[in-house]
């Protein structure tokens, strides 16, 4: 094994242009495989962000909800309804509405506003960077990401604007949380939300139900359907996989991702297997004298993939380096990309995979060597 991984370090650095292109190609595939999936994970947790922030054994919704951002009211009845269902611990309303917000210098933007109650232990918002989720129970007040300054045209606590023609002001500040698409993220208390979107004071557009030690999940949602038949009880995992299917499947969002990942991983393929080909061509003189000797294929074969191999650790590396630097990079702007354990894990695998593929090429050009080649030189 010493004289194989010997002899694929020389076949692999003896043409240095030929390598420098093989580790480009490498490099360029895992740099676009990580952010591509990078991107594809932090766009499932943005989906996602608000039901993880406020979790619930059940949601209750309006009938025909897409996902979290899509919402409209109840009418109003439903968290009585779902407090006297037996099993039902606690149930509280949330308020989400598409509103209009209108800088302070002029101009117009639609928002997400999102109000909970504030003596609720999964009160929204959370980290919180300056001011604090106390102050936005005064009447009029608001929160914002600090990533949505510039969409906004605020910038600092103190600071005024308009939700729906109503003047509030600025209150607190927070840090990476952002939605999925373009539309900003308000928080306010629960009543404002209502005030400024127009509800009545016992409408909500969702209810976060919480269970009784005990109680069946399934019995309980029977229940509550049986009560409120015009809205769907979901429950959290059912609510959050809805949303990103939505966003990732049905709007196409999340093929174009993976596409560019599998765009990324047929361009490696192809810049490997050509040059590992044109390397065993260019040595297939020598490769017919190590058959001449007594060399097994097996053992050509062997020299073969150790280069594939030590291609793909050379790339891996130095392309995750680089990727890692780009999603640094890109923590506090408004796209958010995501590398996990099992992403470099997997992406590792994959890489190393890409490249013994790619050597087949060439592994079908060595075992088809006549060692009377050598002969004829």
Request: contains cysteine; neutral net charge; glycine residues 8%.
């Amino acid at each position: 094994m010493p004289m194989v991984m010997k002899l694929a370090y020389r076949n692999l650095f003896h043409d240095r242009m030929s390598f420098f292109v093989t580790i480009i190609g490498i490099v360029f595939s895992v740099v676009l495989v990580a952010v591509q999936s990078g991107i594809y994970l932090g766009s499932q947790k943005k989906i996602s962000a608000i039901i993880d922030a406020a979790p619930a054994d059940l949601w209750v919704i309006p009938l025909g909800t897409k996902s979290y951002d899509d919402p409209s009211f109840l009418s109003g009845r439903e968290r009585h309804m779902v407090l006297a269902t037996p099993g039902v611990e606690s149930s509280e309303d949330m308020v989400v509405s598409f509103s209009s917000w209108r800088k302070p210098q002029g101009g117009r933007n639609t928002i997400l506003l999102i109000g909970t109650a504030g003596d609720s232990p999964k009160a929204l918002p959370w980290n919180i960077v300056q001011g604090s989720r106390a102050a936005l129970e005064a009447p009029g007040t608001v929160a914002i990401d600090q990533s949505y300054f510039p969409d906004l045209g605020v910038n600092a606590l103190g600071q005024h604007a308009e939700i729906n023609g109503a003047s509030v002001e600025l209150v607190a500040i927070t840090k990476r949380i952002r939605s999925f698409t373009t539309l900003p993220f308000v928080f306010t208390s629960i009543e404002e939300a209502r005030r400024l979107s127009g509800a009545d004071q016992d409408q909500a557009s969702y209810q976060r139900v919480m269970l009784t030690s005990g109680a069946d999940i399934e019995t309980v949602r029977s229940a509550i359907e049986r009560r409120l038949p015009d809205t769907e009880v979901l429950t959290q995992d059912e609510f959050r996989k809805r949303s990103q299917n939505y966003w990732l499947f049905q709007t196409g969002a999340g093929a174009a991702l993976i596409a560019g990942a599998l765009l990324g991983l047929i361009v490696g393929i192809v810049i490997v297997a050509q040059t590992l080909y044109s390397s065993t061509k260019d040595h297939i003189n020598e490769f017919a004298t190590l058959r001449a000797l007594g060399a097994g294929r097996g053992y050509i074969v062997k020299v073969i993939l150790m280069q594939a191999v030590l291609s793909g650790l050379i790339g891996y590396g130095l392309g995750m380096v680089l990727a890692l630097l780009a999603i640094r990079g890109a923590q506090d702007t408004k796209l958010t990309v995501i590398m996990t354990p099992e992403l470099a894990s997997g992406l590792f695998v994959v890489t190393v995979g890409m490249c013994i593929f790619a050597a087949i090429s060439a592994i079908i050009k060595v075992v088809r060597i006549d060692p009377a080649v050598v002969f004829s030189r």
